[in-house]
């Protein structure tokens, strides 16, 4: 929600066409206060730190990430998650600099198709720029999907915290 209110006054005051994807129905919830957010049009911001894993995330699967995160905590695993507010224009330089840091799985978590998200713009970046990373996407499916509702739908396509956290472990085995 806080997101959402800044990003509305950025838009209006910004200078050329504009598309906000935004959630659907009265519950919106407020995640970003804690981390001294500002919105910024194309601006990534990294909201927590880890030495394991780096998670880049856009939109409602930011606070997903946030809270798989702390869970994996408990597992002594590490994990930095990196809001990409905006897709174009998009935080090359950020991104770079975020995966650049030595070690880390990269993930990108986006509640949108796997192809041509953020994900493919992440790996075309790291392809671009000749930076050699361990990449793995958690995003919709390629393929037309089911209506339900937004949790049942979380589940069944793995964009739900609990499937974040478990491809995340899957993944670093």
Same mark, same amino acid.
């Given at each position: 929600?806080?997101?959402?209110?800044?990003?509305?006054?950025?838009?209006?005051?910004?200078?050329?066409?504009?598309?906000?994807?935004?959630?659907?129905?009265?519950?919106?919830?407020?995640?970003?206060?804690?981390?001294?957010?500002?919105?910024?049009?194309?601006?990534?911001?990294?909201?927590?730190?880890?030495?394991?894993?780096?998670?880049?995330?856009?939109?409602?699967?930011?606070?997903?990430?946030?809270?798989?995160?702390?869970?994996?905590?408990?597992?002594?695993?590490?994990?930095?998650?990196?809001?990409?507010?905006?897709?174009?224009?998009?935080?090359?330089?950020?991104?770079?600099?975020?995966?650049?840091?030595?070690?880390?799985?990269? /993930?990108? $978590?986006?509640?949108?198709? @796997?192809?041509?998200?953020?994900?493919? =713009?992440? !790996?075309?970046? #790291?392809?671009?720029? %000749? /930076?050699? $990373?361990?990449?793995?996407? @958690?995003?919709?499916?390629?393929?037309? =999907?089911? !209506?339900?509702? #937004?949790?049942?739908? %979380?589940?069944?396509?793995?964009?739900?915290?609990?499937?974040?956290?478990?491809?995340?472990?899957?993944?670093?085995?």
């Amino acid at each position: 929600a806080l997101e959402m209110q800044q990003a509305t006054k950025a838009v209006a005051a910004f200078n050329g066409p504009v598309y906000m994807r935004l959630l659907r129905g009265n519950r919106v919830p407020v995640v970003l206060d804690k981390y001294d957010y500002q919105f910024e049009i194309g601006k990534a911001k990294l909201l927590r730190d880890g030495a394991d894993v780096l998670m880049i995330s856009c939109g409602e699967m930011t606070m997903r990430c946030l809270d798989a995160a702390e869970a994996l905590e408990k597992d002594n695993i590490h994990a930095a998650v990196l809001h990409v507010p905006t897709i174009k224009p998009f935080d090359r330089e950020t991104i770079l600099a975020e995966v650049k840091k030595s070690g880390r799985l990269v /993930v990108t $978590a986006e509640n949108h198709s @796997i192809v041509g998200g953020l994900g493919s =713009l992440v !790996a075309n970046l #790291l392809v671009d720029e %000749q /930076v050699s $990373a361990v990449l793995k996407k @958690i995003a919709l499916p390629d393929r037309y =999907l089911a !209506a339900g509702t #937004l949790e049942t739908l %979380q589940d069944t396509y793995g964009v739900s915290t609990k499937t974040v956290i478990s491809q995340v472990k899957s993944y670093l085995n």
